[in-house]
């Protein structure tokens, strides 16, 4: 059986951000999911980085001036293959309803503990 992994796609480059992405990222890793994390500086380097790790689930941790570009990366990527994706963050937690119509698949609300 293929071990569980989850690829972080960041677009945001901002170090605040990441200190929720490692510690979900621990919390992930106890449990036996291997964790990948990826800064991306394009939507083609993004969907590439997922092409080659083919996990299975990618992440995303927004704040809410850049969610749309995280629902505009996952709507590109679905057109190119099929993974599972999760979105968590502010941008998340504080306007859940801009992910209403996206194809993001499971949204993280909260510390999501």
């Known amino acids: 059986m293929k071990k569980l992994s989850a690829l ?3 677009f945001s480059g901002n170090f605040y951000d990441r200190h929720a992405v490692y510690a979900i990222a621990a919390g992930l890793r106890a449990r036996g999911v ?3 994390y990826f800064p991306a500086s394009s939507f083609a380097a ?3 980085e997922v092409k ?3 996990p299975s689930m990618v992440l995303y941790s927004a704040w809410s001036n850049n969610i749309q570009t995280y629902i505009d ?3 590109c990527l679905k057109e190119k293959m099929t993974v599972a994706s999760l979105i968590g963050g502010a941008g998340a937690t504080f ?3 801009m992910l209403y119509d996206s194809t993001i698949d499971y949204v993280c609300v909260g510390e999501g503990g």
Request: hydrophobic fraction near 40%; aromatic fraction near 12%; charged fraction near 40%.
């Open 8 to 10: 972080f796609i960041d």
């Open 73 to 75: 990366f996952d709507r």
């Open 95 to 97: 306007d859940s309803s």
């Open 46 to 48: 993004g969907i590439g």
């Open 34 to 36: 291997e964790v990948l």
């Open 52 to 54: 080659r790790r083919v």
